[in-house]
């Protein structure tokens, strides 16, 4: 068999074709080919691998697998380094980022794009509509829907995995967001771009009514179509109302039209949830989208932790991923702040992977807690280096160890306890030695 034989992954899959891909994706997962082939044929599981991605590594999302995290990155009218943006994407790399989002919004976006596209070794998405203005110069209200259209075409040729599309918002919602208060209105960049094209001009959502014609598209490419969420809660106050929910059914049944055309699919979702609520929230999106991989940013579980939100997001991530979200988009300290700077990238890349090993080992993923295992032995046995090595930030808490040593004989011991230490007590009393403290 050979690509000739199968139009995307999926397709691969209905037909009893083990792709190179999926092969390489079992192997990293440790799971039978067979039983992920039947999970990317039912679209449990997406393997986005555009066909001119070769420099690909390529990953599984999917509840069953392990948690997959996302780092958006992109320049903006007020910070268009590209170079700088370039070290950002290495850096996500390296910290261990699944994916990366390009999502600038000003200037030469194309190169960047392909130039993502030959040396990125992990899925790239994009939001074509963020580029539709950029691309044309035009402003939003003159843009046609073929405009649209087209920029995702170009997205696709260029080689990126997945598109964030917000298919999901029609002329109805307006009349939603009208009538049924919210705090936050839309907060969805792409939601409000969408939104206010619809209302400028009339029309339905060009990313709905022309919806045959992106899956050509996607099908041709094997680009994964992510159904963006434009009516995520921004605010715990928004949470779970029936425009989110609203929407939701509408990106099940795209779902499923998606799959009629062989083409993989994720779906988005929120946002700013209360703690109590991510769970059902979970259960919903699997009943309405027929159990195809959720896509979440966080969810953020307060308002209040500006400059922290890497935190909150880590908070409803974990619970988010453990109860059956499968793609974890990173927030960092700068969210609703500022752009990320590197530091920010590498707070938040830490914090997800945080959440999602956390969700992993919940969700009992077979090895997920190996690791976990071998830093318990290497802390038992007081071995420094087996500690760092177990690390998910080894630099970070070799650097925090070595500032503050213990005074003397630190081998054994740090400064946080000394010759307190309860290990180190421990191990001279079960192995009959003294227990010198003094």
Partial sequence: MNNSDFTTQMDAARKGILTAELKKVAESEQMDAEALRALVAEGKVAICANKKHTCLKPAGVGSMLRTKINANIGISRDCKDYDLEMKKVLSAVDLGADAIMDLSSHGNTQPFRQKLVQECPVMIGTVPVYDAVIHYQRDLGTLTAQDFIDVVRLHAEDGVDFVTLHCGITRKTIEQIKSNKRKMNIVSRGGSLVFAWMTMTGEENPFYEHFDEILDICEKHDVTISLGDACRPGCLADATDVCQIEELVRLGELTRRAWAHNVQVMVEGPGHVPLHQ???????????????????????????????????AAIGGAV??????????????????????????????????????????????????????????????????????????PKTAKEIRDSRLPENDHSDTCSMCGKFCAVRSMNKALSGQVIDIL
């Fill in 320 to 393: 988010a991923a453990a109860s059956g979200a499968a793609f974890l988009c990173y927030v960092t300290p700068a969210e609703h702040l500022a752009l990320p700077n590197l530091e920010d990238v590498r707070q938040g890349i830490i914090a997800s992977k945080i959440a999602a090993h956390a969700a992993d080992i919940a969700k009992g993923i077979p090895h997920a807690r190996d690791i976990d295992d071998r830093m318990a032995d290497a802390r038992r046995s007081l071995d420094w280096e087996k500690q760092f090595a177990c690390a998910l930030d």
């Fill in 278 to 312: 991510i769970a059902a929230n979970m259960e919903i999106q699997k009943t309405l989208c027929a159990g195809a991989p959720f896509y979440v940013l966080g969810p953020l579980v307060t308002d209040i932790a500006p400059g922290y939100d890497h935190i909150t």
